[in-house]
């Protein structure tokens, strides 16, 4: 018997029936499941001792690739030496050296961060740190938030009302009613465009004119993703992020940039903030950064957002009313240090930098399938869209994405995108076997 399908004999058959799966169609899922037994490098193995690429880096979180031991061996140690440390009115050394160390890498001015625990609370966090900004310079007619059409900012109910992506809020209609949308950046002229659009910078002009209609005095911050990730992979139109950067600055508005997907090495450089030129005053970061290991997040400020809101409050008193009982777990923070240990010692932050052109090339040779209805892409991160079928939007992603498992590639979809975010340690070989299986199983379509 194989030790890879061999644990899962201790489990009775209808084992499966208890868990219920997030983002998971559940019935069709337990019917025919799909289950990862191993992982390492870049590549999984399933229950039927299938090997797998992992074209996707898992949820485009272990950026490091998978199985790295070092930190394995640092969360063990730190587990043994101290297990849990809350962080109200006491803590441990690690999350110092750990902020210390992610301020080095952060775009100045942003020296300051928050730790959570997923990227869904480090939005959350960043809506409450907005508000408590202009809150302690007495500004309170500051309740409006702007979104975009097409975001994603995770799932918790601030996120889902920052959500641009219909299915993510149709179940939900208790959400924040001072949210606006601005307008997505995909536009029909821009399809098989690679990197930025020449066209849509003119797009950022819907916050100039929210300002106009609700007074840019109401409005605490705009939250984008750089590059919109689970929609697809938008890369934002040249000139459209200077454009909102300039607006903002203009109504002292809070810019944030969610780089839960973008940041640590995605595009070629450490933050999408440093790709564009345009730093926010608030980042959110997850997903890389502990390397998928373990849960975490976090919330990074410019020195500004931070001392105005910890200067405003009495000596003595809690200046921000907001954390979680594992905030800064140490087994996090010790997760997240050696994983920035692996980045800089291997060069991954910069790494894409180098492939971005012969992964691309990759990808667009997919184009000769009558299929593919788009195709975009930037640094290690592309989408391949296929046209939907009739009067079922999604359902062509969701037999692809079967479909790829089985041939022996990951890939994650959004409704009929794939997004293909393969690990920074990908080798050319490797992104080869990537192109070659999707495009053998697009043929079969």
Same mark, same amino acid.
Request: with cysteine; proline share 6%; glycine share 10%.
């Given at each position: 018997?194989?030790?890879?399908?061999?644990?899962?004999?201790?489990?009775?058959?209808?084992?499966?029936?208890?868990?219920w799966e997030p983002f998971t169609a559940n019935r069709a899922f337990k019917a025919d499941p799909r289950l990862i037994v191993k992982s390492e490098g870049v590549h999984l193995w399933d229950h039927k001792g299938g090997k797998i690429i992992d074209g996707s880096s898992a949820l485009f979180n272990v950026a490091a690739g998978h199985g790295r031991r070092e930190i394995a061996d640092a969360v063990h140690a730190q587990m043994l030496e101290n297990d849990y440390t809350p962080h109200f009115q006491i803590g441990h050394p690690g999350s110092y050296a750990f902020a210390a160390r992610?301020?080095?890498?952060?775009?100045?001015?942003?020296?300051?961060?928050?730790? +959570?625990?997923?990227?869904?609370?480090?939005?959350?966090?960043?809506?409450?740190?907005?508000?408590?900004?202009?809150?302690?310079?007495?500004?309170?007619?500051?309740?409006?938030?702007?979104?975009?059409?097409?975001?994603?900012?995770?799932?918790?109910?601030?996120?889902?009302?920052?959500?641009?992506?219909?299915?993510?809020?149709?179940?939900?209609?208790?959400?924040?009613?001072?949210?606006?949308?601005?307008?997505?950046?995909?536009?029909?002229?821009?399809?098989?465009?690679?990197?930025?659009?020449?066209?849509?910078?003119?797009?950022?002009?819907?916050?100039?004119?929210?300002?106009?209609?609700?007074?840019?005095?109401?409005?605490?911050?705009?939250?984008?993703?750089?590059?919109?990730?689970?929609?697809?992979?938008?890369?934002?139109?040249?000139?459209?992020?200077?454009?909102?950067?300039?607006?903002?600055?203009?109504?002292?508005?809070?810019?944030?940039?969610?780089?839960?997907?973008?940041?640590?090495?995605?595009?070629?450089?450490?933050?999408?903030?440093?790709?564009?030129?345009?730093?926010?005053?608030?980042?959110?970061?997850?997903?890389?950064?502990?390397?998928?290991?373990?849960?975490?997040?976090?919330? /990074?400020?410019?020195?500004?957002?931070?001392?105005?809101?910890?200067?405003?409050?009495?000596?003595?008193?809690?200046?921000?009313?907001?954390?979680?009982?594992?905030?800064?777990?140490?087994?996090?923070?010790?997760?997240?240090?050696?994983?920035?240990?692996?980045?800089?010692?291997?060069?991954?932050?910069?790494?894409? /930098?180098?492939?971005?052109?012969?992964?691309?090339?990759?990808?667009?040779?997919?184009?000769?399938?009558? +299929?593919?209805?788009?195709?975009?892409?930037?640094?290690?991160?592309?989408? +391949?869209?296929? /046209?939907?079928?009739?009067?079922?939007?999604?359902?062509?992603?969701?037999?692809?994405?079967?479909?790829?498992?089985?041939?022996?590639?990951? +890939?994650?979809?959004?409704?009929?995108?794939?997004?293909?975010?393969?690990?920074?340690?990908?080798?050319?070989?490797?992104?080869?076997?990537?192109?070659?299986?999707?495009?053998?199983?697009?043929?079969?379509?």
């Open positions: 018997m194989s030790s890879l399908v061999a644990p899962l004999q201790k489990f009775a058959t209808n084992s499966l029936e208890q868990h992610l301020a080095k890498i952060l775009p100045e001015p942003i020296n300051h961060v928050f730790f +959570v625990n997923s990227g869904s609370e480090s939005i959350d966090t960043a809506m409450k740190i907005a508000f408590a900004y202009h809150r302690a310079r007495g500004d309170d007619r500051r309740l409006r938030l702007i979104s975009r059409e097409r975001a994603y900012h995770g799932v918790n109910m601030g996120g889902v009302s920052l959500a641009g992506l219909v299915k993510n809020r149709e179940q939900f209609p208790v959400t924040l009613p001072n949210v606006v949308m601005m307008r997505h950046t995909w536009l029909d002229e821009n399809r098989f465009q690679r990197g930025q659009p020449e066209t849509g910078a003119e797009l950022a002009n819907d916050l100039q004119r929210f300002c106009d209609f609700y007074g840019g005095d109401t409005i605490a911050a705009v939250f984008i993703e750089p590059v919109a990730g689970s929609t697809g992979c938008l890369p934002p139109p040249k000139g459209y992020l200077e454009r909102v950067r300039e607006i903002c600055d203009k109504y002292g508005i809070l810019l944030v940039f969610d780089e839960v997907i973008t940041g640590f090495g995605r595009l070629g450089t450490p933050f999408a903030a440093d790709y564009f030129g345009v730093v926010p005053d608030i980042m959110t970061m997850a997903k890389a950064l502990t390397n998928g290991a373990i849960p975490m997040g976090a919330v /990074a400020v410019k020195d500004d957002v931070y001392t105005t809101i910890t200067e405003a409050a009495p000596e003595g008193a809690i200046e921000f009313f907001h954390g979680y009982t594992y905030s800064a777990h140490p087994a996090a923070c010790a997760a997240g240090l050696v994983t920035l240990d692996i980045y800089e010692r291997e060069g991954l932050l910069t790494r894409a /930098a180098e492939l971005t052109d012969y992964f691309l090339d990759g990808i667009w040779s997919l184009k000769s399938n009558d +299929v593919v209805f788009d195709l975009r892409g930037i640094g290690l991160m592309a989408a +391949v869209e296929v /046209a939907p079928k009739p009067g079922a939007p999604g359902a062509r992603g969701g037999e692809l994405t079967k479909k790829l498992f089985w041939s022996g590639l990951h +890939v994650k979809f959004t409704g009929d995108a794939g997004i293909v975010a393969p690990p920074l340690t990908i080798e050319k070989s490797e992104i080869d076997r990537i192109v070659e299986i999707f495009d053998k199983t697009l043929k079969t379509l």
